[in-house]
């Protein structure tokens, strides 16, 4: 059985997407990715959360506005915040690093 992960920024444009790309495709895991922003590329949905075994955020803010959204939905959830700022590209090196580093627990 895969493990589910779920990467939440502000818009799905820079770092979910990041984020979702470089840890695709590695044995036992799923990953997706969403914004919480009402004009993200991909709006994260009550079925991405329940398909979720854990949920990234990349911000303490992010982490408030899923509360505020889904707020039952998440009992049970596992969330974590990066704290990665949105200063990065997408597939930025740097970007690319502090992700690897900051989900190194998550993968074996």
């Known amino acids: 059985m895969s493990l589910h992960l779920l990467f939440l920024c502000s818009r799905n444009k820079l770092r979910s997407p990041t984020a979702e790309a ?10 997706d990715s969403a914004g919480l ?10 079925d991405q959360i329940e398909w979720a075994d854990i949920i990234l955020v990349m911000e303490k803010i992010h ?19 990066l704290g990665i700022p949105d ?15 900051k989900c190194r627990g998550f993968f074996s």
């Open 87 to 101: 200063n990065y590209g997408y597939l930025d090196p740097a970007l690319i690093r502090l992700l690897e580093s």
């Open 37 to 46: 922003s009402d004009d993200a590329e991909v709006p994260v949905s009550l």
């Open 22 to 31: 470089i840890f695709s495709g590695r044995p036992g895991v799923e990953v």
């Open 63 to 81: 982490r408030e506005k899923l509360n505020r959204r889904f707020g039952e939905a998440l009992a049970g959830k596992r969330i974590r915040v």
